[in-house]
């Protein structure tokens, strides 16, 4: 019960997306699923994330250490012709609790570079002897999405521009988010899409073992029927009050206390640029080098 609770704070605020049996997972969606019109147009958004990120967090149920989250941003990736930030995560058990219910579960997103929309997103879960394997993929263009549910393809719609479950963090990072303010946009998990509510409540000093940081408050607003969302009670998230917005602690109310994640240590390298203008940059400085005309 508790390990499903840690669930609940990482990857609601960390997000992951809890399901079932494990089949064959290499069917995928047809090729004409991933087709888009010529004249198809990406939104064009001004926000950027850091090129390369990793983010650890301790998880504590009141004062017991009870398992471990991860975050990391490993780069840009190409996703059917389209640049995107690939997103890991990762849960673990402590090894006190892994006799008797061993948690590894690994979540990853493929973000749209230029839109911040979600392209892909991935998830492999095995929780004790409850194990799933989950794909689902975006075409933004026909507004529909491609799910490997555990082998079986599924198909359906959505909306334009829809986040996954982890995309919808890394996507509040690049807004500028103000206090008192609400944020909505459509979020997507399973076969279902709906808006996902986040309000700006407040700033606070925060103190872990990462180091002291300002931090904006976010509450984000929880369904009892989506996925990682079937979460009842309070759930905050701080992020540093820069133009980072790095998850810095998450806490979550349960009916025996709360759950709290806390960053221990991050790595982050900054990059403004996108991977084509990274790759020319490095083009040219090389140039540079060998006096090349």
């Not at 790095?246 to 709290?260: E, L, Y």
């Amino acid at each position: 019960m508790i390990i499903r609770k840690i669930k609940v704070l990482i990857m609601a605020a960390l997000i992951t997306l809890p399901v079932y049996a494990q089949n064959d997972k290499n069917v995928s969606a047809t090729k004409d699923f991933f087709k888009y019109s010529p004249d198809f147009q990406w939104r064009q958004m001004k926000g950027t994330l850091p090129e390369q990120e990793d983010l650890v967090f301790d998880v504590y149920w009141k004062f017991v250490k009870v398992g471990k989250g991860t975050l990391e941003i490993k780069g840009f990736e190409d996703i059917n012709g389209r640049t995107a930030y690939h997103i890991y995560s990762e849960a673990k058990s402590a090894p006190f609790f892994d006799s008797f219910f061993k948690v590894r579960d690994t979540n990853q997103s493929w973000i749209d570079a230029e839109s911040f929309c979600s392209l892909r997103y991935l998830t492999n879960i095995s929780e004790g002897g409850w194990k799933k394997f989950e794909q689902l993929d975006f075409n933004h263009d026909s507004k529909r999405f491609a799910r490997n549910d555990d082998g079986t393809m599924k198909y359906g719609d959505t909306v334009q521009w829809v986040q996954d479950v982890i995309s919808s963090l890394y996507f509040m990072r690049t807004l500028d988010l103000e206090v008192g303010k609400e944020y909505v946009f459509e979020a997507h998990s399973g076969d279902d899409t709906w808006p996902l509510k986040t309000k700006v409540i407040g700033r606070e000093k925060v103190k872990v073992d990462a180091g002291t940081f300002d931090c904006l408050i976010l509450q984000p607003f929880l369904r009892e029927d989506a996925g990682i969302f079937k979460a009842k009670g309070a759930l905050k998230v701080w992020v540093t009050d820069d133009d980072r917005k790095m998850p810095v602690k998450m806490k979550s109310k349960i009916p025996v206390g709360s759950i709290n994640a806390e960053l221990s240590k991050y790595k982050t390298k900054k990059s403004n640029a996108k991977k084509d203008e990274v790759v020319a940059k490095e083009v040219s400085s090389e140039q540079e080098n060998l006096n090349i005309e």
